[in-house]
């Protein structure tokens, strides 16, 4: 008879690491932009589109994204321009893997600009890439062996079954309230987005997402008039993920990437149309609850057994969760007179700070672009996707904000676990000395029935059966009868 032998392929974290990332941007106007007289706001929007593994090399390609709102030189009206920049960073991982899985989120550190002169702008963008590179390195666990008991410990873990990264794009128009005059430029655009179903089904993952817009434009007036329009569409992705199976759960995390607003003529042929075109990039791990046991150990009680252990790390005490945060946050602001607020975004940045951005008017009806971080309490986890559901404000006072939040997440939470498995026995040819037929044994609280049989070359089973016991651990001390095989 051979040993019998389970080959255990399980993913688990082989490398970690937080990169940050330093680029300098020089942006020249377009030809078809007035020349800037003051920037009212610069920020950059970056984030990771794909990633390639070959060779031990692990290759991130993203993008940042930067929106400027401007004063023009020429009118003294607001304006805007974007630009868009690609990134590639490779970092080496030691190890050869065949079937990898990355989770990558961006952390926004900080950006700040220099004007040059009318037209140029210099850019530093600072931000950090969080990497989690998941493998399967299979390990060989010996489940049975002639003339050997082989201990085998329960166990409850998360198996990671794949990740993807994606694209679901984007097309709709939004129509200008009735009322108000028609589109010269569009100058803000605030947008949010996040799930509203998670459906998996065997090998792929349907995502039904829900986004929200909010545009500033200017109205063709001859004084310049800034006007709101908001719009809300849904999104549905379907993802492959080959493995995954309809009891599997998925976090899935939602950002917006590529954006493209232009005003846009309607059937009387007046701009009263906005345009949107863009994509949503979609984050997605599967994990599933695996039950299972282990060999952890072995003896012979005639012969001597050498035992060789391989390493393997698993997802222990796993759990999903989901709920909602209702509360509320004030925001102040120095140095800012707030008569007016034109318009105000509140999402999640970094997974655990609530971010306020508005556009307001000062007493000197000056249109000033406002931003605040707040750290929000919320658990930490393995891996979650945390969104902003609604949200309304009341202004304060001059310099103060109070928002009222109903934020949403879903989240896994795990406690990786490194395990010694049996992958080789060798039983030695030469017999040890008999064993007594009995004895009588002091034992200790919450000693292991196993460790007691294992020292007097006889079995759990019998153990149990002449003293009666039904845990393979003793809960309190005790005196055992141990017989012998």
Known sequence: M???????????????????????????????????????????????????????????????????????????????????????????????????????????????????????????????????????????????????????????????????????????????????????????????????????????MLVKASAEFSFLYTTDTENEVIKKCEKSISISKIIDINGIDEEDKAIVNLNVGNMYVKPKVDKNNELRMIEILGDINVNASVFRQVSGSLSTDSYATENEVNNTFSKISLNTNGEFLSDIINDKAVFEFDNIN?????????????????????????????????????????????????????????????????????????????????????SEIKVSDKPMADSPALVVYFAKEQEALWDIAKKFRTSVDLIKSENELKDDVLDTRRILLIPGM
């Not at 990671?160 to 655009?189: C, H, Q, W």
């Not at 971010?355 to 658990?379: G, H, M, P, W």
Request: glycine share 2%.
């Open 2 to 204: 051979e040993n019998n032998i389970r080959e255990i392929k399980e993913k688990c974290n082989v490398f970690s690491k937080c990169m940050d990332v330093d680029l300098d941007f020089q942006e020249n106007l377009m030809s078809y932009n007035d020349d800037l007289l003051k920037i009212v706001r610069c920020c950059v929007n970056n984030f990771v589109v794909n990633t390639d593994y070959n060779n031990g090399v692990l290759t991130i390609y993203g993008k940042s994204k930067i929106y400027l709102t401007y004063v023009s030189e020429t009118s003294s009206c607001i304006t805007t321009a974007d630009f868009e920049e690609d990134f590639q960073k490779s970092i080496t991982i030691e190890g050869n893997y065949d079937d990898v899985t990355t989770d990558i989120s961006v952390v926004n550190r900080y950006s700040n600009f220099r004007v040059i002169n009318q037209r140029r702008i210099d850019i530093h963008n600072a931000f950090a890439l969080n990497i989690k590179v998941c493998a399967c390195n299979p390990v060989n666990m010996i489940e049975e062996a002639p003339n050997v008991l082989v201990r085998r410990d329960s166990v409850n873990y998360l198996s990671l079954i794949g990740t993807s990264y994606a694209r679901a794009e984007f097309e709709e128009e939004a129509m200008i309230p009735a009322d108000s005059d028609v589109i010269r430029k569009i100058i803000n655009t605030f947008s949010a987005v996040h799930t509203e179903e998670v459906k998996i089904i065997k090998n792929k």
């Open 338 to 422: 707030i008569v007016e607020v034109v318009d105000l975004s509140l999402n999640i940045s970094d997974g655990k700070n609530l971010e306020l951005t508005a556009f307001v008017r000062n007493e000197n009806s000056e249109v000033i672009y406002i931003s605040q971080k707040k750290e929000i309490s919320i658990t930490s986890f393995s891996a979650s996707a945390v969104y902003v559901k609604s949200f309304d404000y009341v202004i304060n006072s001059s310099n103060e904000i109070s928002v009222r939040f109903l934020i949403e997440y879903t989240a896994v939470k795990f406690e990786e676990k490194t395990f010694n498995v049996l």
